[in-house]
Structures are given as C-alpha cells and as structure tokens.
C-alpha cells in the first residue's frame, strides 16, 4: 500500500508568483490535511478536504486555498507569493475520522525569492 | 495561548543511552489524544506512538514509550536504547476533537544521538 505522496519535492518561485503543490492520499482515504512549517517552527494548520468539500482552513489569507479531486487526490494553491510563504508544506491523511493517527507525506519545500 | 509546549530545543543522547523528551499541554476537554512524531531532516513526519486520555497505560511501542501523567499534564517521550538514526526533530502534538483540524504542535526538540 502506498504512503502519501506529494509533488513536487522542492519548488523555487519569485515573489508575486502562484505556486500550487499536489498530494495524493493512502488509497481509501477520503480526507486530506494541509500543513505549514516554517523554519524552525512547529506545524500550522491550513486545510482540510474531505469527500471533495473543504471542511475547514486555519488562520491563513485567501491567498491559500485548494481543492480535493474525485480521487481524493488534492491540490494547494498559494497565490501572490510573498517571501514568508517560504516553508515546508506537508500534507496527511487518516485512514477515518476518531483514528488515532495520520500519515504524512514527504513534504514539498517552497522557497520564495 | 500555548496547547503544546516543548521546554527543550536541543538534547544530547549517547549511543545506547535512554533519553527523555519533555511535553506538556493545556486542555479543558476530557477527551483527547497525545501523539510523537519525528521529522528527520528529509522533512517527512513519521508518526511513533499515541496515547488516548483515557488509556490508564502508558503507550509502549518498540523502543518508544509515552510517560503519560495526566494530573501533570505531561507527555513525555521516553526513547530507550538510543541508535545514530534516532537524530531528528521530534514534535508532541495533541488533537482535541475527533478531527486532525483540531490538532495542536509544540515547537519540537532536535535529538542528536552521539556515537
């Protein structure tokens, strides 16, 4: 069985740019969590997607958003790059609600010039 | 207000050595449940072992136990045996409702293990 997988593995964009990273959820699982981490600091919740809905988003601007596919497969979107959206982004999934744990995948690393 | 906190940015472990990594949280809620990851530098979050507030035992999995006291509030890691690959941040977490939204990190604590 396949962990998550998340595309691409680093990413390089100026400021004012969009930049859009991909994760693709255990096979099953129907939620996908986005997270931010920046340097040197724990994780920040951003998105939730669920059966193709956003559930709920974090203390973020507009700039962020996403949405999930039919496959649950699911894309975040960062619009007008700014220099601190430079972080690694990581993406999970539980296999149900109430389980007691998600998996994470490897992570795309944004850097913003 | 802080849910999570990891008092220790840094520790040192000796090879095969036991260590400790501290974690206290804040809740009202009864219900809740406390997770240990480890981030090695490739950045993928690997989930080690959880402990639900109402499992009277500590969680145990391999060489990774969870010392849970709950009066105190803490949660602690305890690694026995400590291997080179053991060298990583290492975030407590807590998720308060049945959904990972509600989920809060600490700040993490970078192990490095000494040969």
């Known amino acids: 069985e396949a962990g998550v997988t998340q595309s691409p593995t680093h990413l390089i964009k100026t400021r004012g740019q969009q930049a859009t990273l991909r994760c693709s959820p255990i096979s099953g699982h129907t939620s996908v969590y986005w997270y931010q981490q920046a340097l040197g600091l724990g994780l920040q919740f951003l998105l939730w997607?669920?059966?193709?809905?956003?559930?709920n988003r974090g203390n973020f601007p507009p700039r962020f958003s996403g949405r999930q596919f039919p496959n649950y497969s699911s894309e975040l979107n960062v619009n007008a790059l700014e220099l601190e959206d430079s972080a690694l982004y990581l993406c999970a999934s539980p296999f149900q609600e109430a389980t007691d744990t998600q998996y994470f995948g490897p992570g795309t690393r944004l850097t913003v010039l | 207000a802080q849910k999570i906190t990891q008092t220790q940015p840094g520790m040192f472990v000796q090879e095969k050595e036991a260590v400790t990594l501290d974690c206290t949280y804040d809740?009202?809620?009864?219900?809740?449940?406390l997770f240990w990851y480890k981030q090695p530098s490739s950045g993928e979050m690997i989930f080690l072992i959880y402990?639900?507030?109402?499992?009277?035992q500590n969680a145990t999995e391999g060489r990774y136990s969870l010392n849970f006291q709950k009066a105190r509030k803490s949660a602690n890691l305890v690694i026995s045996a400590s291997q080179l690959g053991d060298s990583a941040m290492y975030f407590c977490?807590?998720?308060?409702?049945?959904?990972?939204?509600?989920?809060?990190f600490g700040a993490g604590t970078r192990l490095t293990v000494k040969p």
């Open positions: 809740t009202s809620d009864q219900s809740y449940g």
């Open positions: 997607y669920d059966e193709g809905e956003e559930r």
């Open positions: 402990q639900g507030s109402y499992d009277e």
């Open positions: 977490a807590m998720r308060e409702g049945l959904s990972f939204d509600d989920m809060r």
